[in-house]
Nanobody, 122 residues
Framework: QVQLVESGGGLVQAGGSLRLSCAAS????????MAWYRQAPGKQRELVAR???????NYGDSVRGRFTISRDNAKNATYLQMNSLKPEDTAVYYC????????????????WGQGTQVTVSS
């Protein structure tokens, strides 16, 4: 039972910034990977950013250089700092966390947040 709570979405003008937060709670022994995905109407869900337990990061091509993912292990949280926002970034953003529930487990759970709306106006 791992639950994610997202916050930070909203309305912003093109060129502005937003910071999304995702906090995990429940019977968590370890967190392996934390990630952000997004889905716009009529489009497939796509990976925005991912950070591993070793702090390696991956970014989608369309956001690389503008977005930064980070992790706070003490709070079981991940953050997505979004700068230089474009109207094309408008989507529902979903937090994703995977890890172990017991010692020795790497990936025993995969949890999704409820989604938070990000709207960028021109």
């Amino acid at each position: 039972q791992v639950q994610l709570v997202e916050s930070g979405g909203g309305l912003v003008q093109a060129g502005g910034s937003l910071r999304l937060s995702c906090a995990a709670s429940g019977s968590i022994f370890s967190i392996n990977t934390m990630a952000w995905y997004r889905q716009a109407p009529g489009k497939q869900r796509e990976l925005v950013a991912r950070i591993t337990s070793s702090s390696s990061t991956n970014y989608g091509d369309s956001v690389r250089g503008r977005f930064t993912i980070s992790r706070d292990n003490a709070k079981n949280a991940t953050y997505l700092q979004m700068n230089s926002l474009k109207p094309e970034d408008t989507a529902v953003y979903y937090c994703n966390v995977a890890g172990g529930l017991r010692p020795g487990e790497r990936i025993a759970y995969v949890s999704w947040g409820q989604g938070t709306q990000v709207t960028v106006s021109s």
